[in-house]
């Protein structure tokens, strides 16, 4: 199986409409200001040498790199580059398909020269849109996935239980495709710090930390081991979600209402599009200056628009009066269609 992932997407997608800015330290995020409270979304690989990243405020990212180009998020322009990009993938002969986000896809194939397919997969998708890949090769989903940011930029590389401890086990944790700080923290405090002795652990050793599940998960992690299929089975939302970072920060009562009912009109504007009724509902607030809590509850099926706002406004009493608030998000979860309830969708993550 391949794992493709679009180079500096979103940058890359900037560039083919501006020529111009190619070589340039790059970054995208909110409007464009970055005298505006915003996030950057992407950098441009010229940008990201200068420690500029994904999810870091945008006047932050400005004064990394003062000569930066900063551009406004154009979601139609990176959604209408991905389509085309995954109509590509469907093309190849023999390819199965399973999208993993406007950038990335696996591709199963049957193929007894795995890197010559991957070469004429990065050919067919640079002819048909101009944009790089890197294609990670794998015996299974996880080895495909990390293989890939040894190909990075525009490279191919390959991973199987072979060569998997000899690349990968000398790495910490952290490396590891579903492993991040905060896990590989917690894997350090059992003496767990490489991926090798990831490996060799007993996964019941790890059930007192991670529980049943996501122990012996995470040890299967260490041996790249896991599916080996790709699914391309079409993915089903199981919410839809919007958030507002506030120029200044809300602190009225009435503004913080009204801020909640205009969010909530938001998020049922997605979930009427999806025809499927509203089960759940998360409300995220952000207190000046970063603080971040989030409250959720479960609620009967509902389509009912009055009774959702209801509820949202009855989860939002939680807001502490006065205090200042920087940013408000809101999540709806729906009701399964029933072969996803089954199982056969896969799962994507919320906040």
Known sequence: MLHVDLDQFIAAVEV??????????????????????????????????????????????????PDAVILPVDFEAYLAASETVMATLRAQPGATVQVLGWDE??????????????????AAVLERTQLHCSVG????????????????????????AANWLDVMGGRPTKELWGVGSRVSARLAKLGITTVAE???????????????????????????????VVDDTPWVARGHSRETTFQRDLSDPAEVEDAVRGLTAQVLEDVVAEGRPV???????????????????????????????????DLAAVIEAGRPIRLLGLRAEMAMPDDARKGHTPTRGGW
């Open 198 to 228: 990831l490996a060799a652990c007993d996964p019941r050793s790890l059930v007192p930390e991670f529980g049943p599940r996501m122990g012996p998960w995470y040890a299967q992690l260490g041996r790249g081991d896991g599916a080996s």
């Open 137 to 160: 090769i794998g015996d299974t989903l996880v080895r495909a996935k990390v293989a890939t940011g040894f190909g990075k930029p525009a490279g191919i590389f390959r991973l199987t």
């Open 279 to 313: 089960i759940g509902l998360t409300l995220k607030i952000r207190y000046a200056p970063f603080l971040t809590t989030t409250h959720a509850k479960k609620i009967p099926e509902t389509f009912d628009r009055n009774e959702i706002l209801e509820r949202v406004l």
């Open 16 to 65: 083919l409409r501006r020529p111009e800015l190619a070589g340039k330290p790059i970054i995208v995020g909110g409007r464009g200001d970055p005298t505006e409270r915003a996030v950057v979304s992407t950098a441009s690989y010229e940008a990201r040498a200068f420690g500029v990243g994904s999810g870091m405020p945008l006047r932050v990212a400005a004064r990394k790199v």
């Open 105 to 122: 896809a696996f591709v199963g194939i049957e193929s007894e020269d795995p890197e010559t397919y991957a070469r004429q997969v990065q």
